[in-house]
């Protein structure tokens, strides 16, 4: 009994309120060493704003031989009226680890009613734990035995053959994709054009008077510099798309394919061609004309300078 159990035994008066309950959660015939048991007791005819306390017991059950492995549960029985009297069932468990005969100490409860406090006293029970029984007369110490090995079956083996064909079909197929799309990468850089061919064909798409317009010329002279960028990539090695027109003349200026006077009209075209994109600069007809001729020129005298022939523009 605890300090909280002696003070209530003597300022209070001490109720027997009945046997407490011992219970085996292992359904054997006799009690082992570390089985679990539920040791508690049932209170009944509790009213509306009764309050009941219940002793601590993590002090009685402290050491290795009579273990507390659950603290207080309380659990509300059958109830037959909704604001009639009920019954409560209050329990711990226990588990012991030692052979022997228990003596279990009687549980105690305090219960306010209607302003007074009664203690409660429910009787103990006794426990009876056993080991294992062993016979020495013919006990004999045996090596330990290697784990069973079982053979192997074809529903065990089946699941992991058929994730390895599943991972090979997958591999082939990606080792099979990643070389046809080489082959046609391959196959499309073999047919494309060469660089002068392509800007040719797209500076032909502004040949026509109608690109002279004051309308027109945002259009007319992005798409002539645009397709010279272009070319100058692919000629020259230099990111022009990317560049200014500042930068792209400095990188050009020391091209021995691009004449002095070359280099002037490709100066004049671009800075010309800004002032239109950028500030609404709107130019003459007769100086918008000559661009294109001026752009032909320049990819074909370049191309020349690289040893091969290019076909004549009319």
Known sequence: MNVLTLILAVVLEIIPAGETYLKALQQRDSALIADQFEYGFELGDLKEGDALSLQDVSGIFNDDTLVLVRN????TLNREKKRGPRKLRASIVLSP???GEYELPPLFALLDRDGRSDTLMFGSQKLEVFTMPVDTATFEIKPLKDQIKY???????L???AGALAFAAVAVL???WIVRRRARRGGEEAQRDPAYIVALRE???FRGEKFLAPEKQKHFYSGITDALRNYMED???IDAPEMTSSEVLSSLKNEDSITPALFGDLKDLLETADFVKFAKH???VEEAAKALPFAIRFVMDTYKAEGEEAPEQN
């Open 97 to 99: 680890f030692e052979a």
């Open 235 to 237: 000629r020259y090695g």
């Open 203 to 205: 500076l032909e798409k």
């Open 159 to 161: 699941p992991w053959v």
């Open 151 to 157: 053979p192997l079956t074809i529903r065990e083996v």
């Open 72 to 75: 207080w549960q309380i659990d």
């Open 174 to 176: 990606l080792v099979l």
């Open 282 to 284: 709107v130019v003459s």
